[in-house]
T-cell receptor, first 111, second 114 residues
Framework: GEDVEQSLFLSVREGDSSVINCTYT??????LYWYKQEPGAGLQLLTY?????DMKQDQRLTVLLNKKDKHLSLRIADTQTGDSAIYFC???????????FGSGTRLQVQP | DVKVTQSSRYLVKRTGEKVFLECVQD?????MFWYRQDPGLGLRLIYF???????EKGDIPEGYSVSREKKERFSLILESASTNQTSMYLC?????????????FGPGTRLTVL
């Protein structure tokens, strides 16, 4: 079955890099996603990676995928206070219509 | 821009009441979803619908039902609300094609059952 795991909390200083990690169990996953949820709001897609890629960069965001270890990470360079939010990892497995989400990692950025 | 709207941001109901949560999307998406979000548990899928009048159970359907009479609208129904259904409810929609299937989310409804 599918299961996605993340650590619950990460605290960094403004200007540092943040790395949020995720592990998943379904090797048939086709796409893997990172969503951001700001306080009081719904989820917003940050970035995604197709399963045949191992890295994707988008401005301050870098996604790394290790398919062998079923490990996904999101690196945020030069973290700002506006990056404080909950970050969800999610997978879309082949043949599934719905995403499976992790528990979310709360990122706290200290000035 | 895709817009997914939910009928209420905050709702307070009493145990045993019937509760309707409404979701509307404006991008002609085939698929619509209801999740509940609880601290430390992430998002859990309650029900989803892949077409009008079509629905499938998610991971935690007990105590809930859904209705999709029109393509743009997906309703979540709590037949007899209980305190353990106090939660944040999120609606989402996506296309039905073979694209990367980005899910677009509404702002959420925070439901409190007393």
């Amino acid at each position: 079955g599918e299961d996605v795991e993340q650590s619950l909390f990460l605290s960094v200083r403004e200007g540092d890099s943040s790395v949020i990690n995720c592990t998943y169990t379904d090797s048939s996953s086709t796409y893997l996603y990172w969503y951001k949820q700001e306080p009081g709001a719904g989820l917003q897609l940050l970035t995604y990676i197709f399963s045949n890629m191992d890295m994707k960069q988008d401005q301050r965001l870098t996604v790394l995928l290790n398919k062998k270890d079923k490990h996904l990470s999101l690196r945020i360079a030069d973290t700002q206070t506006g990056d404080s939010a909950i970050y969800f990892c999610a997978e879309m497995a082949t043949g599934r219509r719905a995403l499976t989400f992790g528990s979310g990692t709360r990122l706290q950025v200290q000035p | 821009d895709v817009k997914v709207t939910q009928s209420s941001r905050y709702l307070v109901k009493r145990t045993g009441e019937k509760v309707f949560l409404e979701c509307v999307q404006d991008m002609d998406h085939e698929n619509m979803f209801w999740y509940r979000q609880d601290p430390g548990l992430g998002l859990r899928l309650i029900y989803f619908s892949y077409d009008v009048k079509m629905k499938e159970k998610g991971d935690i359907p007990e105590g809930y039902s859904v209705s999709r009479e029109k393509k743009e609208r997906f309703s979540l129904i709590l037949e007899s609300a209980s305190t353990n259904q106090t939660s944040m409810y999120l609606c989402a929609s996506t296309t039905g094609g073979t694209s990367r299937r980005e899910q677009f989310f509404g702002p959420g409804t925070r439901l409190t059952v007393l």
